[in-house]
Structures are given as structure tokens and as C-alpha cells.
């Protein structure tokens, strides 16, 4: 809540403010509740359960792991920071945007499957 607080007040008192918050249960307390009741132009948006493919953060977290840190070697904590900042700037010097798509049909749930399947 501190962190939050700390936030809105850098931020002009009319204007909207939006904030993503990863899955955790902190949104779920009655202190936030109260908080949000007492200021209406904050708003949570709280990210599902197991979504972090969704999040292209942990996308990009995901890249630097599997083609740099992944079976590396490293001589020091410095090194490592050293060698994720050049690949950084070697992924800044030719940016692509990313777009996200399934892109194996066979995998897909069909509602037939889901028949079965009993949610508790």
C-alpha cells in the first residue's frame, strides 16, 4: 500500500490510474478495498493464474534465459550483468515486435474434450 500510495502522489489527482498487478492475493485484502473505495480514479487489474505467457515480460525474461543464460558460463556477477546488457543492446539495435499466436492447432482444447472435466 505504501508503494502504491507513493505512486499516486507523483501523479496528477484527476487523472485515471491504471496499475497490473501480478497474481498474488495482496489485491485481495480489505485494506486495498478500502483504498480503492476512498480514491475512484484508481484502478487494479489483476493478471489470471498461471498466465505468465501472457505477460510479454516474462516473454522477454524467458528469450534472454533460453539464448544467452542458458548453459553459460560466467566468471562473475559482473560478467553475467556485463553480457545481458550487450545482448540488450544488440536486441535494441534491430527491434521486432512481437506477435503472439498459437501456433499449434493440434494442441488446442475442443469443448468436446472438456465434457468430462469436473472444476471445483
Request: charged share 20%; with cysteine.
Given at each position: 500500500m505504501a508503494f502504491l500510495a507513493d505512486l499516486l502522489i507523483k501523479l496528477s489527482g484527476d487523472q485515471e490510474s491504471h496499475f497490473i498487478c501480478d497474481n498474488l492475493s495482496a489485491p485481495n485484502t480489505q485494506r486495498v478495498d478500502e483504498?480503492?473505495?476512498?480514491?475512484?480514479?484508481?484502478?487494479?487489474?489483476?493478471?489470471?493464474t498461471y498466465s505468465s505467457w501472457l505477460q510479454q515480460?516474462?516473454?522477454?525474461?524467458?528469450?534472454?534465459?533460453?539464448?544467452l543464460i542458458y548453459r553459460?558460463?560466467?566468471?562473475?556477477v559482473t560478467d553475467l550483468a556485463?553480457?545481458?546488457m550487450v545482448y540488450i543492446k544488440h536486441c535494441n539495435a534491430d527491434p521486432r515486435p512481437i506477435k503472439?499466436?498459437?501456433a499449434d492447432p493440434t494442441r488446442r482444447f475442443?469443448?468436446?474434450q472438456l465434457s468430462n472435466v469436473t472444476v471445483h
Amino acid at each position: 500500500m505504501a508503494f502504491l500510495a507513493d505512486l499516486l502522489i507523483k501523479l496528477s489527482g484527476d487523472q485515471e490510474s491504471h496499475f497490473i498487478c501480478d497474481n498474488l492475493s495482496a489485491p485481495n485484502t480489505q485494506r486495498v478495498d478500502e483504498f480503492l473505495r476512498d480514491d475512484p480514479n484508481v484502478h487494479l487489474h489483476v493478471t489470471p493464474t498461471y498466465s505468465s505467457w501472457l505477460q510479454q515480460v516474462e516473454l522477454w525474461f524467458a528469450k534472454i534465459e533460453r539464448e544467452l543464460i542458458y548453459r553459460g558460463i560466467f566468471t562473475s556477477v559482473t560478467d553475467l550483468a556485463r553480457r545481458i546488457m550487450v545482448y540488450i543492446k544488440h536486441c535494441n539495435a534491430d527491434p521486432r515486435p512481437i506477435k503472439w499466436q498459437y501456433a499449434d492447432p493440434t494442441r488446442r482444447f475442443h469443448a468436446a474434450q472438456l465434457s468430462n472435466v469436473t472444476v471445483h
